[in-house]
């Protein structure tokens, strides 16, 4: 089985910062890529940024030059580094990693979903 735990939601001002985490646990063998998606009230989920293992990074372009993703391999984790928070940004955030795992038939790949972490930028 694996986890991923989600920290780093709150509330902010406008053009304030916030840091999202999210760490893994369990079986895992590998982490391919990892992202953060959101979804506001009413809104479908969607898109924030993603990295793939090998660092490369891409983001939806509401948050290009704004929101930063990054990942520690040794921690199983990744982050999103907000800055110059608008109220547009409030959303529920979650993260989102596809594992490799070794289970009875070999490796396989699956994808795992924080619980969700709440960011609300209001006055």
């Known amino acids: 089985q694996v986890q991923l735990v989600e920290s780093g939601g709150g509330l902010v001002q406008p053009g304030g910062s916030l840091r999202l985490s999210c760490a893994a646990s369990?079986?895992?063998?590998?982490?391919?890529?990892m992202g953060w998606y959101r979804q506001a009230p009413g809104k479908e989920r969607e898109l924030v940024a993603t990295?793939?293992?090998?660092?490369?990074?891409n983001y939806t372009d509401s948050v290009k030059g704004r929101f930063t993703i990054s990942r520690d391999n040794a921690k199983n984790s990744v982050y999103l580094q907000m800055n110059s928070l608008k109220p547009e940004d409030t959303a529920v955030y979650y993260c989102?990693?596809?594992?490799?795992?070794?289970?009875?038939?070999?490796?396989?790949?699956?994808?795992?979903w924080g619980q969700g972490t709440q960011v609300t930028v209001s006055s």
């Open positions: 990295i793939t293992s090998g660092g490369i990074t």
């Open positions: 989102n990693e596809r594992i490799r795992t070794m289970t009875p038939m070999g490796l396989r790949d699956y994808d795992y």
């Open positions: 369990g079986r895992i063998f590998s982490i391919l890529a």
